[in-house]
């Protein structure tokens, strides 16, 4: 089966600009969730999709980080306006319960 | 908060068994312990997880100690392509994977 894809790969952007990331979950996986490692941290929780709503969104920095997953297929995480500290690896992953997790190879985001 | 930690760094010689141990002694009843790894840019890979009974796949051995305070992870018998970072997991409110910083194992040749 195809794993999870995420797009862009590598996105660099000015602070104060938008920018939207992608998440393709592996066919049939419900559950899709968004993790982060900024810079020397460690890989944190963000958010927790079952199907198209949202479960768990408690590890989302603030409100200038928007999580959707229209129809419960791909999700996408818009962050507006960016601001430095929102550099880092954006992960995905997906699981068809709550055992196993396949996750995506990330969106480094670089904000200058 | 992690909930685990571990080495920050091992090495281990090709064809030799490696144990990255791992503690987690705040872990609750039913809280599974899981293994990921992450080779370079890539994303965090699924090696093997449990709740008590120690488990076996066909990339490792999962040890768990009784009082599921800590655990082992074992290669059986590393190559240089296991060269990674390994992370020890904690999984909390049932699908919440937290992280801790990982240990660097390098294989040597």
């Known amino acids: 089966e195809a794993g999870v894809t995420q797009f862009p790969s590598h996105s660099v952007i000015e602070k104060g600009q938008t920018v939207t990331l992608r998440c393709d979950p592996i066919?049939?996986?419900?559950?899709l969730y968004w993790y982060r490692r900024v810079m020397g941290k460690e890989i944190k929780f963000l958010l927790h999709f079952v199907k198209e709503s949202k479960q768990d969104e408690s590890g989302m920095p603030n409100n200038r980080f928007l999580a959707e997953r229209t129809g419960g297929t791909y999700s996408t995480l818009k962050v507006q306006p960016a601001e430095l500290e929102d550099s880092g690896v954006y992960f995905c992953?997906?699981?068809?319960?709550?055992?196993?997790?396949?996750f995506g190879s990330g969106t480094r985001l670089t904000v200058v | 908060d992690a909930k685990t930690t571990q080495p920050t760094s091992m090495d281990c010689a090709e064809g030799r068994a490696a144990n990255l141990p791992c503690n987690h002694s705040t872990i609750s009843g039913n809280e599974y312990v899981y293994w990921y790894r992450q080779i370079h840019s890539q994303g965090p890979q699924y090696i093997i997880h449990g709740l008590k009974n120690n488990e076996t796949n066909e990339m490792a051995s999962l040890i768990i100690t009784e009082d599921r305070k800590s655990s082992t992870l074992i290669l059986p018998h590393a190559t240089l392509r296991d060269t990674a970072v390994y992370y020890c997991i904690v999984r909390v409110d049932d699908y919440k994977l937290s992280f801790g910083a990982g240990t660097t194992v390098t294989v040597r040749a």
């Open positions: 992953a997906s699981s068809r319960n709550n055992y196993g997790y396949t």
């Open positions: 066919s049939g996986h419900d559950n």
